[in-house]
């Protein structure tokens, strides 16, 4: 098959969900024409054989969806509604039949599910898969949910359970929207809990307590996994309130910033560090 047969196959799957889209796949760029009373957010994530993912784990439609989750779990956590996204991918020649099919049906049911237009891309060689996802969301002006709010006194919470990664991500979208009522900030949990509230809490100059009797672990988890592990796409989030989004894990306190600490102790940032010993 060649690559323009192989785009084709692509654009005639890719709906154009979204008006915001003037034109999506087939030139040379996608155009957009955004409102002028929401803020455009934008992210971009890669997916690495052998780094996120092994061809012998997971489907190709599985790593489609993973890729793609990855990327819409940062829109979540800046409360937005996604608008579109770019596909990148490069794959072993052997690959670009059933395989790169199946890779874009996943990505295209959860670009579906979540109303997010594929609007364009790049087809390579590597060798090994590499997938890079950009996604383009959109917020009410102003109200993008940041990593810097989080004040003294605001409750920490973190939706469903931690600690054990899951192969089918479901991004957190309409509770990252929902969060934009009442939380102060948000992130997703991609790195590990100790690693992305030492994150949160250094963007908002602040430390943290957490009571780890009050972490919801996933089961057949431990608590050492649900502090440190990545993977686990759920957000984080701040809020002065009682939120019913979430459980309340501790909450943030005046001092040196980016310190947490676990019951009355130091806890040491110890999650996935992409270029960390
Ligand atoms: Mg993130």
């Not at 155009?31 to 092994?54: C, G, M, Q, S, W």
């Not at 489907?59 to 956590?77: F, M, Q, Y």
Request: net charge positive; with cysteine.
């Amino acid at each position: 098959m060649s690559e323009l047969d192989i785009i084709q196959r692509i654009r005639a799957r890719a709906k154009r969900g979204n008006s915001t889209i003037r034109l999506g796949i087939g030139d040379d760029c996608a155009l957009l024409r955004p409102d002028a009373k929401f803020d455009l957010v934008f992210t971009t994530d890669l997916t690495i054989e052998n780094r996120h993912f092994t061809r012998r784990t997971y489907k190709a439609s599985e790593v489609g969806h993973l890729a793609l989750a990855r990327s819409l779990s940062d829109l979540a956590a800046m409360g937005s509604e996604p608008v579109f996204c770019l596909v990148a991918l490069a794959v072993p020649g052997e690959l670009a039949g059933r395989w790169l099919n199946d890779f874009y049906k996943g990505l295209l049911h959860l670009a579906d599910k979540h109303k997010i237009t594929l609007a364009g891309g790049d087809l390579s060689k590597a060798d090994t898969v590499i997938a890079d996802v950009m996604c383009c969301g959109r917020v009410p002006r102003g109200r993008a949910l940041l990593r810097s709010g989080a004040k003294p006194g605001d409750g920490i919470f973190v939706t469903g359970r931690l600690g054990k990664p899951k192969r089918l991500p479901e991004p957190r979208l309409s509770e990252g929207i929902a969060l934009r009522a009442f939380a102060s900030a948000a992130m997703d949990l991609s790195d590990g809990l100790s690693l992305d509230l030492h994150r949160l809490c250094l963007e908002s100059g602040v430390a943290a307590e957490l009571d780890s009797s009050k972490i919801p672990i996933a089961r057949g988890s431990t608590l050492e996994k649900a502090l440190h592990y990545g993977e686990d796409y759920e957000l984080l989030f701040t809020a002065s309130a009682v939120a019913l989004e979430g459980t309340c894990i501790g909450v943030i306190r005046k001092g040196k910033p980016g310190q947490v600490h676990l019951d009355g102790r130091i806890l040491k940032p110890k999650g996935w560090d992409h270029f960390g010993g």
